[in-house]
């Protein structure tokens, strides 16, 4: 029976509910299991942690703190951009979430919480961040590296 190490390529389902019960994000919705290597960045290291001894076909909840998830909220990634660099494919709307080019090249994505005169306010915090999250996972198959 194979189990969760450090080393391990894993592909689960999982589902993120928040403290109300609602889902957040879920891969039975999408239909695919989600697949990742542990320590590759895409979990962070207190998830990964609960992963740690898990089995094929075991089925696992647990509840993370906000800073053990997605973090907590950061003022630094609140963002106040001129209303001009905003044009009819990405409005400047409340609610919208744009997808900004960051310093490495790559986009990341903000939500706009506010639009006064020319101001739009962006946030870029993970939209969970803050949150108490509640993650189910299934583990449907595990390969492990050899050493």
């Known amino acids: 029976m194979s189990v969760i190490t450090e080393r391990s390529e894993v592909l689960m389902h999982f589902a993120i509910k928040l403290a109300d019960g609602s889902v957040a994000d879920s891969t039975q919705a999408m239909g695919r299991p989600a697949k990742f290597r542990m320590g590759d960045g895409s979990l962070t290291p207190n998830f990964e942690k609960c992963l740690l001894g898990l089995t094929t076909g075991q089925k696992s909840q647990f509840e993370l703190a906000p800073e053990d998830a997605f973090g907590l909220p950061n003022p630094d990634n609140i963002h106040h951009v001129d209303r001009a660099k905003f044009g009819a494919d ?4 409340v609610g919208n979430i ?4 960051g310093p490495d090249g790559q986009d990341v994505p903000g939500i706009i919480t506010d639009v006064t005169g020319d101001s739009v306010t962006v946030d870029f915090n993970h939209p969970l961040a803050g949150q108490r999250v509640t993650f189910d996972v299934e583990v449907v198959a595990i390969e492990n590296e050899e050493l």
């Open 90 to 93: 990405a409005p400047a709307e």
């Open 98 to 101: 744009i997808a900004f080019a």
